[in-house]
């Protein structure tokens, strides 16, 4: 049966308008994506540039920040090679920081939450004692710091000059005997201003194409907003968070112009779009014949998709798997089985989860997937994630125009690994050019400074500007040309800095140069393949005066060659009979000779212990006061370097350990080869016993005292406190109502005894107040004894009126004077001192203190005069007198005087007022002694140096 032509060629008709329709309808979608497209490409512009908006941002807020740590790093460096640091050298230290950073504010040093040091003084003098706790929050801080030994930077706050600024803390540590950071000392900072430190990142020129807010995330768990509004986050801006020393800082930006940014060719493109319709559909019949092509192509395009050496995933827009490529089940490993068209982006991730192959996601699950499920609410996304396997990917995500999303994974773990080295052996080569004990600098094409060690940065005599990156090689020459003595090229004397520019642009540089202080240096140069200049700095001064000592010395050495022989003779006999022993080395440092001394003193015989090297009888004991000093004498014979009394051990006999004390030169031919040592040895180890057992009784000594004084003065505190409490009852709501109703029942009889159990109340309170002043007055005896034999106390020497000092006193003590009946007078001159002012008046009222304890009739007077560059300070009393025999000792720890009969304990305190009083004395220049006779009593003497105008 023949086919109805009709109804094919409605078919046809049917199929062929179904075509055109299908072709508008695509060509409106078309239209409609490349709208969407346009835009999706206008907003990822609009976000890459944002994105290097951002980076840059983040970049100087890092070197900003960074600068100032290294600066508060250098600062805690210099302290903690001189703890006892003064106000001047501080200021030296701090001044070229200032000069570098102008928005710094201040440097300061803190110790024990007070301010210690600050720098510039003139500007900051009423900060220096600052007590820190009574600002909560940088107390806090203080604390958060000497507890983590991490620096720190807390800010925006209110500065302690009522200005908003930033506070960076670095803690200084003691270096131990081990060389390693012991205890905590203080804490520097760098204070500078909120204001100078925005204007000095520039923020200005962003601001005119996008919102900017920075918040800081601080070490206390408060947030703080450094620059614009927080109101920024609420119309979802970019983030990026920013890792400073104890503190978060997050950078918001936002387009001034939003997010929705309508491309400029919207209408052209419809346009093209119409034109395109139309050709599509005069070509319809083309593509008719194309589609068996495509499809074939389709089929290839999933072939390579297939390949891939990155994972390749897209989901629908309800986060449906679309299309992936084997890689991407790979990476999933066992959890690939999930991975079906179909299957959701969650059920994928929690397939994931169940095999445990996001390491980073044990423990929190959850959080973890609802962070990565956040993302696809993002329009791009770009982040790494470390798998179980131990392979890291970086997985870049994209919304597609239908809003689905397509992901590409690629393996960079590689890639990380090689950053890694990289990184690595850069450091290496940073640090080990650091670690070079010669000059080193590194300049570019152009001449300009670009990298340079620790050595060449230290100045040299008549320099005044520090070295830095980016100066040019002629200015460095020219100033050294103007601060040098002679300049040598070839042993030629130059003085023109073109010539010496133009020897040291040649490789083989013989440049010598000679600085005040007889001070020579050599230059070596080496070009780099970049046509940059390598320099090298190698000081000759040693050679030079090794030099001229040789030419001097030549004929003092012959003369002495002649008395070699009768030396070596003479020196064999005193070896022979000396308590001591000598002993000889080779060049391999093999023992050669011992004399006899060594086996009178070691019972071992000599010859047992020749043809051994030293090596041997090096003992280290790790963490020992021994093993630094051991390493050193290594070192030193290995340099061919005298040594001089180095102690070791060594078990000459098993059940013995003997400890001996040596010193030795090394031996050197006429040619200037090494032969070997010569030197002396002795038996130390009862001296040494000894010493160690005295060392650690003195240590154990002060330790106590600072344990025990500060543990008494914390309840110390309490009692006087609430003592006090009780000694103004009065003032009590409790007192005032109990006297009132006492008032209002009119009972004479109870109000007298109420009188009188006040009465007793505050008697026994004067008691409690009494013994807690005494005990006080103790506790800081004790706790200054401890300073002065630590060596910590402060002592600031100034010019003091002595008779102002001395009348204050003895004002204060009148009335313990006219509790005894006794005439206090002061009969002095205006004699000023060079002295401190409050160890003077400490010094003045142990003095009058211990007088007024021991007179009990008569008067007590102090005078002074001038003896030489002395003023002689007296304070004579009528008291009981003291023993001519103990007229010393009453200056020990813990002593005290009684009537005739030298010292004892009976009388309150426990000694060690007068033994301060000499310390205190003493570390002001002057000297104290007493003068006394038995019942007709004492003066104590002390002078102290007399002030001079120059």
Not at 233 to 256: E, G, K, M, N, Y
Not at 416 to 426: D, P, T, V, Y
Not at 780 to 802: K, V
Request: aromatic residues 8%; hydrophobic residues 40%; proline residues 3%.
């Amino acid at each position: 049966m023949m086919p109805d032509k009709n109804r094919i060629r409605r078919i046809n008709l049917m199929i062929e308008l179904a075509t055109y329709v299908a072709i508008m309808l695509a060509f409106v979608s078309l239209s409609y994506n490349l709208e969407r497209f346009s835009r999706l490409a206008a907003q990822d512009q609009q976000m890459s540039g944002l994105y290097a908006a951002q980076t840059k941002i983040t970049e100087r807020i890092h070197e900003a920040v960074n600068r100032k740590e290294l600066f508060a790093r250098g600062i805690a460096a210099a302290v903690a090679l001189r703890p006892d640091i003064t106000e001047q050298e501080f200021a030296r230290l701090s001044s070229g920081i200032r000069l570098e950073d102008p928005s710094v504010v201040n440097m300061a040093l803190v110790r024990d939450k007070r301010i210690t040091h600050v720098y510039p003084e003139d500007e900051n003098e009423g900060l220096i004692g600052t007590d820190l706790r009574n600002v909560p929050r940088q107390s806090a801080v203080l604390d958060r710091v000497g507890r983590t030994g991490k620096s720190a930077l807390d800010g925006p706050i209110t500065l302690l000059q009522g200005t908003q600024g930033f506070i960076l803390r670095e803690p200084v540590f003691l270096l131990g005997d081990d060389g390693d950071a012991g205890q905590l000392w203080a804490i520097a900072s760098i204070v500078f201003d909120k204001d100078k430190f925005l204007r000095e990142l520039g923020l200005d020129e962003f601001t005119a194409e996008y919102q900017m807010t920075i918040r800081a995330h601080n070490m206390l768990g408060d947030e703080r907003t450094i620059y614009g509004e927080n109101a920024i986050f609420a119309h979802d801006p970019a983030i990026q968070q920013l890792r400073l020393p104890s503190s978060i800082w997050t950078i918001a930006l936002l387009p001034v112009a939003g997010w929705d940014a309508t491309p400029a060719q919207t209408e052209r493109n419809r346009m093209l779009t119409g034109i395109a319709m139309i050709v599509t559909l005069a070509m319809a019949w083309y593509l008719n014949r194309l589609r068996a092509a495509n499809w074939h192509s389709a089929a290839q395009l999933r072939a390579a998709v297939n390949v891939l050496q990155s994972g390749f995933v897209l989901f629908d827009r309800n986060d449906r798997l679309q299309i992936c490529n084997e890689r991407y089940r790979e990476i999933h490993g066992p959890a690939g089985g999930a991975i079906v068209k179909g299957a959701t982006f969650e059920s994928i991730l929690r397939e994931g989860l169940r095999h445990g192959i996001f390491p980073d996601a044990i423990g929190h699950e959850e959080a973890w997937l609802a962070k990565h499920l956040a993302r696809g609410e993002q329009k791009a996304s770009r982040f790494e994630l470390e798998l179980s396997n131990g392979h890291w990917l970086q997985i870049l995500e994209q919304e597609t125009p239908t809003g689905g999303r397509v992901a590409v994974l690629n393996d960079i773990t590689e890639l990380l690994h090689s950053r890694q080295r990289a990184q690595l052996a850069e450091q290496r080569l940073f640090d080990a050019i650091d670690a070079l004990p010669v000059g080193f600098w590194l300049f570019d094409a152009e001449d300009r400074l670009i990298m340079f060690n620790r050595v060449s940065g230290n100045m040299l005599p008549g320099m005044q500007r520090a070295l830095r990156e980016g100066r040019k090689l002629g200015e460095l020459v020219e100033r050294r040309a103007a601060i040098s003595k002679e300049m040598l090229i070839g042993g030629r004397p130059v003085t023109d800095p073109r010539e010496v520019l133009d020897n040291l642009h040649a490789e083989t540089s013989e440049l010598e140069v000679c600085y005040d202080g007889d001070l020579w240096f050599r230059y070596f140069t080496r070009r780099t393949s970049e046509n940059g200049l390598v320099m090298f700095r190698v000081e000759l001064t040693d050679l030079r005066r090794h030099q001229r000592q040789i030419e001097t010395s030549n004929a003092e050495l012959r003369a002495a060659l002649a008395e070699r022989d009768a030396a070596e003779s003479r020196f064999r006999d005193v070896a022979d009979i000396s308590t001591e022993w000598f002993w000889e080395q080779d060049e391999n440092l093999h023992f050669t000779y011992l004399s006899e001394g060594f086996r009178r003193a070691m019972g071992r015989d000599p010859a047992d212990f020749i043809g051994r090297a030293r090596i041997e009888f090096l003992v280290e004991r790790d963490g020992s006061p021994e093993a630094e000093s051991l390493v050193a004498l290594r070192e030193t014979m290995e340099r061919h370097e005298p040594f001089k009394d180095v102690v070791y051990s060594y078990r000459f006999h098993p059940d013995h350990e003997s400890w001996i004390r040596t010193s030795g030169k090394p031996v050197f031919a006429k040619d200037g080869s090494f032969r070997g040592y010569i030197g002396t040895a002795a038996d130390v180890t009862q001296f040494y016993a000894a010493l160690r057992q005295a060392e650690q009784a003195d240590e154990a000594k002060t330790q106590f005292l600072n344990i025990i004084s500060h543990e008494l003065r914390t309840p110390l505190t309490v009692v006087t406190g609430f003592n006090s409490f009780i000694y103004n009852s009065d003032r009590l709501p409790s007192y005032v109502t109990l006297h009132k109703l006492l008032e209002a029942q009119d009972n004479p009889s109870l109000r007298r005894l109420f009188d009188a159990y006040r009465t007793d109340i505050r008697s026994f309170s004067d008691r409690i107040r009494s013994a807690g002043v005494q005990l006080q007055t103790l506790i800081d005896d004790m706790l200054d004894l401890a300073r002065i034999e630590a060596n910590t106390i402060r002592i600031e020497t100034t010019r003091i009126d002595s008779l102002r000092v001395t009348q204050s006193v003895v004002d204060q003590m009148q009335s313990m004077a006219a509790e005894k009946h006794l005439e206090l007078r002061c009969e002095m001159t205006d004699l000023p001192v060079a002295a401190d002012e409050t160890r003077l008046r400490q010094i003045l009222t142990n003095l009058l203190g211990n007088a007024l304890k021991f007179t009990d009739h008569g008067s007590i007077t102090v005078r002074n005069e001038r003896q030489g560059d002395m003023v002689v300070f007296r304070v004579e009393d009528t008291g009981i007198g003291i023993a001519a025999d103990k007229l010393t000792v009453i200056f020990d720890r813990f002593a005290q005087v009684t009537e005739g009969t030298g010292t004892t304990r009976r009388n309150q305190g426990v000694g060690l007022g007068l033994a301060i009083c000499k310390d205190l004395v003493r570390l002001q220049g002057g000297w104290i002694r007493a003068e006394s006779r038995i019942g007709r009593g004492s003066t104590l003497v002390f002078a102290l140096p007399a002030w001079k105008d120059a």
